[in-house]
């Protein structure tokens, strides 16, 4: 259930920077977009997982 949780709020950040960041620009597609769209998702998932479980850090 908390990789569930964890992945779902990691696609909801990445998906809300994607079309953020679409609405923004110029262009249709950029690798700036992915990108950004990537590293939102990740930092969210980890981000998640260390706040359900904060003994990993330490």
């Known amino acids: ?3 569930l ?3 779902l709020a ?3 950040s990445a998906s809300v920077v994607y079309v953020g ?3 923004t620009s110029q262009e249709d597609f950029t690798t700036l977009n992915v990108d950004m ?3 939102t998702g990740m930092v ?4 998640m997982m260390i ?3 904060p ?4």
């Open 51 to 53: 706040a359900q479980h």
């Open 21 to 23: 960041s679409m609405a």
């Open 44 to 47: 969210t998932f980890v981000s």
């Open 10 to 12: 990691a696609g909801t």
């Open 1 to 3: 259930m908390e990789l």
């Open 5 to 7: 949780l964890a992945a």
């Open 37 to 39: 769209t990537t590293m």
């Open 55 to 58: 003994e990993w850090v330490v």
